[in-house]
């Protein structure tokens, strides 16, 4: 059995199942995310929410391939693709795979080295630029990811707190395709961590349990033990501050960010979408592929600023 104090029950394992089948369905619904023949592209990064997310998604029938993307974070790395390669192959699934090193010349902890940016600053633009690609090069309806309700409410304290109006107005469920990005939908944002962990622990689902040895500097990790703690005063209060932002104020910023309202040019490198003549992207390749590459152990703790 496990205790879920924010639906105020005890769950069996079937019955467990039922609600994380049924959460997922209702957001993909909600949200009008996707359409039963959609060809789907899910980010796997070998964690429990990735890997439950391709799970639920190709249980219920849809086409869902997954994509992949070596970090370059010494073990870690070498740990996550092994068990994403583990989980596609025993299923029989498509697998998609980029290598930052062998494909850019760079990995991560040389990037945030090279750009004076923490590492997560650097994996988040690398990992946007390269789903979006694969998503655009591969033909496939949209990009699914597995942010679930922690973090997608630790990201909006976060917004909240600064009133990061750009942000919140891009911090919906669904983002749509527009001109050169392609749809992006998180179907897992009304499930909380220990409940993906619980379906993958039920589904005999053998994730990667450690957690990035360069995550210190994110500020999320912070913004998450905060909501936890209100959590275990007055369960239920994380799903009411994130969903309750998702029907009530989300409609109200749609359209505000400078995304939707920015003109966008082609990168004369790449020819992705882009404010300037060449992407941020195609900037953080030049710049980390030039330098030496960087051991994971310099950055540890997050210190990828010099
Ligand atoms: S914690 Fe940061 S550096 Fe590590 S994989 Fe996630 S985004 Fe990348």
Redesign the pocket.
Known sequence: MIDLPRHNANFCAEHLLQLCRRQVDKAIHDHDMFAPDDRLLVAV?GGKDSLALWDILVEAGYRADGLYVG?G?GD?SDASGDHVRAFATERGLHLVEVDLREQYGYD?PTA?RATRRV??S???MS?RHLFDKAAIDGGYDAVVTGHNLDDEAAVLLGNVLRWDVDHLARQAPVLPARAGFPRKAKPLVRLTERETAAWCLIRGIDYLVE?????A??RHLHHKSVLNAIEEESPSSKSAFYLEFVDKMAPLLAGRSAADAGELTTCERCGAPTTSEVCAFCRLVATSAAHDPVPVELVLGGRGRR
Do not use: D, H, M, T
């Open positions: 990064s970090l974070i870690y991560i945030s590492p997560c650097a994996c988040g990992k957690e990035c040895p360069i995550a500097g994110n």
